[in-house]
């Protein structure tokens, strides 16, 4: 069974850096694409980018581009989402989800984990 | 960027009532590319049609996609409890990927 889990709620002020994960199990992890997805609190989805586990090709969408980084470590299944220096309106629920080339999109979700930047 | 824009923004209906999604495209979405998914209070989005008119795995045949180009819709027939939830439409066609708005399905 394909199952992506990802890291708990965190809680941090701003400034601070941040890394959160989401580890795949249950398919060939290098091999799939995993992307991130941003919900802001009440409102929709917008896509973050992509990163593939086998080489660590990343594709950043410009809305975000030089504000996160993507990075993924094969040994241990598991891509990671970064920030260097959060701002308040970082706040909100990220989701990694696994790109299916045969679907032409996102096909399985992790749980999403809650990110709060206040001071 | 290629803009999606849902309608209506909420679908007031009753179970058993069919339920008409539209999805706009600013530019031509290659249908290979176009999806659809479901969202739930406090869950992840779930994957519902693929390639504009495929379900995915263990989706009811009452969810159907269609469309092509700019215009694409998800049609659910006949409306369970559990189908009020948002949805959005996905296109993978061209970087940046993007989301529709959604379209909230409530129970009138």
């Known amino acids: 069974e394909v199952q992506l889990v990802q890291s708990g709620a965190e809680v941090k002020k701003p400034g601070e850096s941040l890394k959160i994960s989401c580890k795949g199990s249950?398919?060939?992890?290098?091999?799939?694409?995993i992307g991130w997805v941003r919900q802001m609190p009440g409102k929709g989805l917008e896509w973050m980018g992509i990163?593939?586990?086998?080489?660590?090709?990343?594709r950043y969408s410009p809305s975000f581009q030089g504000q996160i980084s993507f990075s993924v470590d094969k040994s241990i299944r598991t891509a990671y989402l970064q920030w260097s220096s959060l701002r308040a309106s970082d706040s909100a629920m990220y989701y990694c989800?696994?790109?299916?080339?045969?679907?032409?999109?996102?096909?399985?979700w992790g749980q999403g984990a809650l990110v709060t930047v206040s001071s | 960027e290629i803009v999606l824009t849902q309608s209506p923004g909420t679908l007031s209906l009753s179970p058993g009532e069919r339920a008409t999604l539209s999805c706009r495209a600013s530019?031509?979405?290659?249908?290979?590319?176009l999806a659809w998914s479901q969202q739930k209070p406090g869950q992840a989005p779930r994957l519902l049609i693929y390639?504009?008119?495929h379900r995915a795995t263990g989706i009811p045949d009452r969810f159907s996609g269609s469309g092509s180009e700019t215009d694409f819709t998800l049609t659910i027939s006949r409306l369970e409890p559990e189908d009020f939830a948002v949805y959005y439409c996905?296109?993978?066609?061209?970087?940046?990927?993007?989301f529709g708005q959604g379209t909230k399905v409530e129970i009138e």
């Open positions: 989800a696994r790109y299916e080339q045969a679907l032409g999109t996102f096909d399985y």
């Open positions: 249950g398919y060939t992890f290098s091999t799939y694409w």
């Open positions: 990163i593939l586990p086998r080489d660590s090709d990343t």
């Open positions: 530019q031509n979405v290659k249908s290979d590319y």
């Open positions: 390639g504009t008119s």
């Open positions: 996905q296109q993978y066609s061209e970087s940046p990927w993007t």
